[in-house]
């Protein structure tokens, strides 16, 4: 078995006498999509803001590329090799397209020409027509936003993205196009990506392993026809238990 491009090793997160990450451990593998599902409040998002460095939990362990990287800010996190979307949509509403994408390169290289060039190409890879690169952020769609918070992203040169609910508020084609382009970035990029989502046919669809969540802890793990036929996982997402 290869080493895991991540471990999260009993990891803990409390806010007062809130425990939102109970004891939640779990494995990722370089170039895989891992799907992270569970219901509202199963601190999914929490566990991703422990990863990037936004929380410090009080108790376990994150171990990227072998190296414990617990409680390192941010700006430390993404330097590793760590990227992330957002749950909510964050408006670059008095930048271009092309500028926020920039922007993300910047990470790299001090050479504004180097990564405005790496913006494009990026751009142009995930499929937003070059008519579009002008607009600022208070100019364009959901899909746009979701493919330019991608596109940031990428421009960072990671090695693991966190999706935090990228397909949230699309319609169905506007999915089934996304995922075509999350598979077609693993594919280019080499990357491992781990997906939180609530649309079950979306994240089913694009992982090859879920690991679903509940009240902080992890309560499932397989492939997704097994995860969906689980007794436990059915019943933390209706309250009850299967006939």
Known sequence: MPE??????????????IIAVNHMSMEVYE??????IGPNGAGKTTLFNCITGVYKPEEGRIIFQN???TGLP????????????????????????????????LLRTPDVDEAR????????????????????????TLIEHKLVD???ALATRPKLILLDEVAAGLRPHEMDELAKVLLKVREEYKLTLIVVEHVMRFVMGLSERIVVMHEGKKIAEGRP???????????????????
Not at 4 to 17: A, I, M, S, T, Y
Not at 82 to 104: D, H, M, N, S, Y
Not at 120 to 139: A, D, P, Y
Request: proline residues 5%; glycine residues 8%.
């Open 31 to 36: 170039n895989e999509i891992l799907g992270l």
């Open 225 to 243: 026809e097994e995860v969906a036929n689980n007794p436990r996982v059915v019943e933390a997402y209706l309250g009850t238990k299967p006939l």
């Open 117 to 140: 060039e790496t913006a494009k190409e990026i751009l142009e890879f995930i499929g937003i027509e070059k008519s579009r690169w002008n607009r600022l952020g208070s100019e364009i």
């Open 4 to 17: 895991p491009l991540l471990r999260v090793e009993d990891v803990v997160k409390r806010f007062g006498g």
């Open 150 to 152: 991608l596109a940031r």
């Open 67 to 69: 190296e414990d990287i």
């Open 74 to 105: 941010p700006h430390v996190i993404i330097q590793k090799g760590i990227a992330r979307t957002w749950q909510k949509v964050r408006p670059f509403k008095k930048l271009t397209v092309l500028e926020a994408v920039t922007v993300g390169a």
